[in-house]
């Protein structure tokens, strides 16, 4: 198969997407002023129809072009002329994982990170089995990748309330985790792999409150297996 022709990011492109800030105008531009560098909402890896029946257009519409650019936006609002105005998102979550005071700086940035990762998750041509060294993995890890599947999606489905259910990577183990809001596994030592967004909004247009119908269409047939393992 030719190189991850269904992520639409690579790991490389990923990370630079999500970690690296954007100088506002950055050709050209005064960038040592204060409060000007900008985060940027990044370009989805599909079309917002591509997706569909799993998840609408109309879902992908509020869910990146409102949802996700509101946490873009409001990051931008909260940290001009503060510390954190030059920091890579990748920072800013770190320094303020954890501080009461922080807290909607960090629910933001986090929300921005772990939405750009969950749109890599999703694939139009994902779905079906894992392969290769990720479905190694997953056996050695879980007993086999059916296990694996069965867990994940009831991690997803029992999270309660808002948050993201997590495949990572923990030294030479991979593990299901679960966050809460907008907690992220970037904050744990560990390697995010993959995510499902679990807050209503990701699917209740589509789904309602079947929340598991949801999770089971999305692993069956659109989890992007080939990002995951690119990121191992
Ligand atoms: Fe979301």
């Not at 960038?31 to 890896?45: D, E, N, R, T």
């Not at 922080?102 to 939405?115: E, L, P, R, S, T």
Request: proline letters at 3%; a positive charge.
């Amino acid at each position: 198969m030719s190189e991850n022709v269904t992520s639409g990011l690579s790991r490389r492109d990923f990370l630079t997407a999500a970690a690296v800030t954007v100088a506002a105008g950055a050709i050209g531009a005064p960038s040592i002023l204060h409060g000007a560098v900008k985060h940027q909402l990044p370009k989805l890896p599909f079309a917002e129809n591509a997706l569909e029946p799993v998840i609408s257009a109309k879902t992908i519409s509020f869910h990146y072009g409102k949802h996700h650019k509101a946490y873009i936006d409001n990051l931008n609002k909260l940290i001009a002329k503060t510390e954190y105005a030059d920091m890579s998102l990748e920072n800013i979550i770190k320094a303020t994982a954890g501080k009461s005071d922080k807290a909607g700086i960090f629910n933001n940035a986090a929300q921005v990170w772990n939405h750009t990762f969950y749109w890599n998750c999703l694939s139009p041509k994902g779905g079906g089995r894992p392969t290769g060294k990720l479905q190694t993995a997953l056996n050695a890890s879980f007993g086999d990748c059916e296990k694996f599947m069965a867990d994940f999606a009831n991690a997803a489905i029992t999270q309660f309330g808002s948050g993201w259910a997590w495949l990572v990577k923990d030294g030479k183990n991979l593990k299901i985790v679960k966050t809460s809001n907008a907690e992220t596994p970037l904050t744990q030592g560990v390697t995010p792999l993959l995510t499902i967004d679990v807050w209503e909004h990701a699917y209740y247009l589509d789904y309602q409150n079947k929340r598991a119908d949801y999770v089971a269409a999305v692993i069956k047939k659109l989890m992007n297996w080939k990002f995951a393992e690119d990121h191992m």
